[in-house]
């Protein structure tokens, strides 16, 4: 499968800087081959991005989205209002989502089916925080997640779903020096994804899940966090902001 590299650019760059990324970053992306691409922007630069990327490699994903078609959610947007922008892909679960907007694994379910209802694929979210992880809790924590996120999805669902292991205490949070997973631990979170995906489901199904990995992801540490076998591309927050770093990420990518 080819891996996926998408762009978390959280709440930054309005139209005009948005719309001068993507042209810097169309030339230097043109021999690519391994990567799918994906630019998450915020809802408001959607549209031209969305102009901007015709006939490109690039492809487009939104960071939230409410579970309703339509109604009475003031400040939401919908699964249809993202499809008629040209979304095919929705982030879903952020860590930030869940810490500042208190959202939980039922939302998120909820969001979830409603995505691929809607024919949106979602790119979910897990991982543990850091006092999760000094009291040995990620197996139990990530699991959880996963268990109740993916509740009433079928096999045939799970082949439109990525999962983003994002551990909260390796996301940088704007900060170009914070330390990454190393690729190591980055790699047992994302057996322990796949394991737990079999179980759910099966081996097949867990075997082609895409399982990207997220937190710190940079030109520096991409190329050997994705060379690990069970890391299938990388959420990409802080170094996609810049064309040329997110560039050099992209180019690290790989068949796996
Ligand atoms: P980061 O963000 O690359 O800046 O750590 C990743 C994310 O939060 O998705």
Redesign the pocket.
Known sequence: MRQLI?A?W?MNKAGKEAIQFIDEFKKLIKNIKYAEIVICPSFTALNEIKKSIINSKIKLGAQNMHFENSGAFTGEASPLMLKDVGCEYV?LG???RREFFTEDDELINKKVIAALNNGLCPIL?VGENLEQRKNNKTKEVVEQQLRICLKNIDKKQMTKINI?Y?PVW??????PN?K?ATPEDAEEGHKLIRNFLEKMFDSATAKNTRVIY?????PENAKELLSMPNIDG???????LDAKSFAEIVKSAKLN
């Open positions: 998408a978390n959280k982030i952020h860590s930030e979210c983003a994002e390796a996301i940088s949070r704007g900060d914070h990454a997220g937190g710190s992801m940079k990388g959420l990409v927050g802080n170094a996609s």
